[in-house]
């Protein structure tokens, strides 16, 4: 009997250290290798912004509210940039066969933001998308501290206080 509880008792305690480590531990981006519109190769563990937010929002040519968000996005991003310095970047998740529209679409809509193309939906995978639009924003040490699914009206004034807390040294991850 004292075997068992002793068992018993060592496994409650290393899956409360587990869980433990699991809660601090920081989501960083992961290594994966997609390229941009241009065609060069980017290692998504590399993505930087000199210590600013990164917002990272996957989207495809087919996801109506996904362009609404880059859309609606566009016309604050460089009020953004200049008051909080981030930096947005678009991951087409659009596959090889309608990938070739991304460019012309960014361009046609005046997107002012890094576009990337995850054809192969690699990245997307590494970052455990599910559903479009998703987004993620990221501390100035590159650190995952905030994600969202979908789009509503109003939500980009949500995501900008968000921003402006982080360069204030707030904690964002509660919300």
Not at 79 to 101: F, N, P, Y
Not at 125 to 146: C, D, S, Y
Request: aromatic fraction near 6%; include cysteine; hydrophobic fraction near 40%.
């Amino acid at each position: 009997m004292k075997k068992t509880a002793t068992l018993i008792l060592c496994i409650l305690i290393a899956s409360i250290a587990f869980s433990q480590n699991q809660e601090n531990k920081v989501k960083k981006l992961p290594s994966v290798i997609i390229k941009d519109i241009d065609g060069k190769s980017i290692n998504t563990a590399e993505l930087s912004n000199n210590g600013k937010p990164i917002i990272i929002s996957f989207w495809a040519l087919w996801c109506k509210p996904c362009q609404k968000e880059l859309s609606t996005i566009a016309e604050v991003y460089e009020d953004w940039q200049k008051e909080t310095g981030v930096k947005l970047i678009a991951v087409s998740i659009d596959d090889s066969r309608s990938s070739a529209r991304v460019k012309p679409t960014a361009n046609g809509n005046n997107w002012g933001y890094e576009v990337l193309l995850d054809v192969n939906h690699d990245f997307k995978r590494a970052m455990n998308v599910n559903q479009i639009p998703h987004t993620f924003v990221l501390n100035g040490k590159g650190e995952i501290v905030w994600q969202h699914t979908s789009f509503a009206e109003g939500s980009e004034l949500e995501l900008i206080e968000l921003i402006r807390k982080l360069n204030k040294g707030e904690d964002i991850s509660g919300h």
